[in-house]
């Protein structure tokens, strides 16, 4: 069961909430309990969103891979779709919990899913720091690095707060693998 309740936004968070989303999801439903936090939580998620300048299915990948290492179902549904939007192939979904040893992502996404596995796992070595650099300049490596630690948090603020998946969710997004 849910910790805390879904609540009405604020009348001004309302509108950007909506402006973002249309229908916002129950994660920033409950994130309304504390409307403060839950506006500079949007504006922060949105700017990884859309004012990140790797390609936005790297990210997805990213995201992904994280949701799996996390075990969030929540997180895995909501950006499964999000992934298949942006150009994810499902032959990469499927392969995504065994990425090192697959032929369906180039060296680049393997860097990423790299990094992505080291900064969820609090484990970003002077190894793993190498081998993103190869592919990546610093400013990219700040924004991956970024994605992947702000979806780790997401992931432990769903747990903490046991969100529940939206109704309808599961035809869209089946189980976490």
């Given at each position: 069961m849910q910790r805390v309740p879904n609540v009405e936004f604020d009348p001004t968070l309302k509108k950007r909430l909506e402006a973002l989303w249309i229908d916002p999801p129950n994660l920033y439903r409950a994130l309304g309990n504390h409307p403060a936090l839950a506006a500079a939580w949007t504006e922060f998620a949105n700017a990884i969103r859309h004012q990140s300048k790797s390609p936005r299915e790297l990210r997805e990948l990213m995201i992904l891979r994280g949701a799996q290492l996390m075990r969030s179902e929540y997180e895995w549904a909501q950006h499964l779709r999000m992934a298949r939007k942006s150009g994810v192939r499902e032959a990469q979904i499927a392969a995504l919990a065994h990425w090192r040893g697959s032929k369906e992502f180039d060296e680049r996404e393997k860097a990423a899913?790299?990094?992505?596995?080291?900064?969820?796992?609090?484990?970003?070595?002077?190894?793993?720091?190498?081998?993103?650099?190869?592919?990546?300049?610093?400013?990219?490596?700040?924004e991956l690095s970024l994605t992947a630690a702000f979806y780790a948090m997401v992931s432990r603020m769903l747990d903490a707060m046991r969100i529940q998946l939206e109704p309808g969710a599961r035809e869209y997004a089946p189980r976490l693998p």
């Open positions: 899913l790299l990094l992505a596995e080291a900064v969820t796992n609090a484990d970003v070595t002077d190894e793993v720091y190498a081998a993103v650099s190869k592919h990546f300049d610093h400013a990219m490596f700040v």
